[in-house]
Each structure stands twice: as C-alpha cells, then as structure tokens.
C-alpha cells in the first residue's frame, strides 16, 4: 500500500454533497393517500409460497399491501408497467434518490426513458426501525436478487429457488412463454422486509434477521398500471444464507385494494418523464 499524503487527512475531512437534492421531486401528497386508505375493499388477494414467486396484477389508483402472515419471511419485488415490461422498476435511481431502504413517503421509480413514479410507498409497520447501531435497515433497494449464477460461482452446483430464478417462473407463467424468455424481464428488486447495510470495515452488502413478524406489513399505491412478481425467499428471515433449502421459510401475502370512488378526486397517473430524448442531435 502506497504511504499517505501530507495532507490525507484534509482529503478526508471534506464534507460531502447530495449528489440528487430531492426538494425539487414531485411531493407525494400523504394525505390523500391516507383517505384512499380509509375506505378502501379488498378485491384480489395471492399468497406466495415458501421459496416460490406469485404474479399479480394492480390497476392505477389502487393499493397493494405485502403483508407477512406465518413467520419472518423476505421478499423480493418486481414491478413493470403491466401494458409495457420494458418500463420496469429502477432500483439504483430508486436509490439514489431516497436511500438504501425506502419507507412512508419514498417512491418507487421505472427505468429510463419513461422515468416516473411506479408506487408510492404509503404505510409501513416497519417504520420505527429506522437504522440500527450496525448501520442496517429494513425493505432495501442495495441488493440485486439471490440468484443461481452467482449461486454457482460461489458453491456450486444447480439451485432453481434463488429469488431470481422464482420470479423467471412465476413471469413465464403469467407471459405463457419459456423461462429462457421471460428471464430478461426479472430485474433487480426491492427488498421487502429483508434487514441489509454495508460493513464499516470493509463495506460489504450484509444482512442480518429481519425484524418483521406476522401481521406487519407495507402498503404501496399504484401509479400506473402495474403488473407485479414477488418471491418468498429462500433465506427466510435472512438470519443466516439467503439460498438454502434449510433455512425456516414462510408466505407472503400480497392484496389489492380499491380506495372508495370519491377518495382519489384530483389524483393523476404520472406522466412519463419530459426529457425530449434528442442526447443532443
């Protein structure tokens, strides 16, 4: 290791900067959120199970809520545009904009060049977690997904219920096409209830138990039309490896819920991004 600059530590001492000072976003406005919550029926409900993936589908302007119902149990999420799957969720501008763990308030953002608001995260029972003494915090948008190519690196061998190779499943199925087709859609996730940071020493993505128990749950609304994959992983709580067939593993329950007609007087799908697309030329 090269010897230190004289002046390393003044290097070190500057102060950063927000790279996407997020004033100037488009405020979601919580309180009609709120009202849409108060009446809102139930009308669709799918269970994920253990170390498998479920497809469902949420129109504009309704509620979905992931909720665990069994045991501790983390889930990785998929959204696209349920009328265009190349508009899909953008987890590192996500991050950028809100952090490594999104929660009330943050939003769920599509890839480039629609770049708009997928899903308003509008409830969270794991709100009062916020981030512990290791740095860690719950439903993250770091991680990318278990999946059986890295699986393979590492260990070895040929596991099918890493969280990627569930949503490609659950995909093909909804699509009626081959796994090999489906695969380019899965995408990387937001990291529901999963509790993750990185190391101070040595800045290594971690997780650790996740707090969520029974009966808590996240509620996003629906910007757009979504159609949306979410796998029970098969870590479990991610207390300990998050690809085995050991680890205690439970459902998810995702349902969909439509506020009362009157609830969302004013509300706008957002538009697609006003970038005019010339790079240019």
Known sequence: MPNPPDDADARRAIAPVICYPVETLPQPDMALYASARAGMTKVDAVTVPPRDAATFTVPAGHIFRISSVEGPQVGDLNLWNARDLS??????KTRALHGTH???GDRMWSSFPAMRPMATVIHDTLDWYGIDSFGGSVHDVIGTRCDPYTHNLLAGG??????????????????GVAPQEAEPHAHDVLNVFM???????????????????????????AEIDLLGALSACPGGDCSSEHSSDTAACYPLLVEVFQPQADALEGWRAPKTNGYDRTHGR
Not at 87 to 92: A, K, L, M, T
Not at 158 to 175: E, G, I
């Open 87 to 92: 508009e899909r969720f953008y987890s590192g």
């Open 102 to 104: 999104i929660t009330t």
């Open 158 to 175: 040929q596991y099918h219920h890493c969280c990627h190779s569930n949503l490609t499943r659950a995909l093909a199925d909804h699509m």
């Open 195 to 221: 509790c993750t940071g990185f190391t101070r020493d040595t800045g290594q993505y971690f997780m650790k138990a996740s707090p969520v128990r029974p009966g808590d749950h996240i509620d996003f609304f």
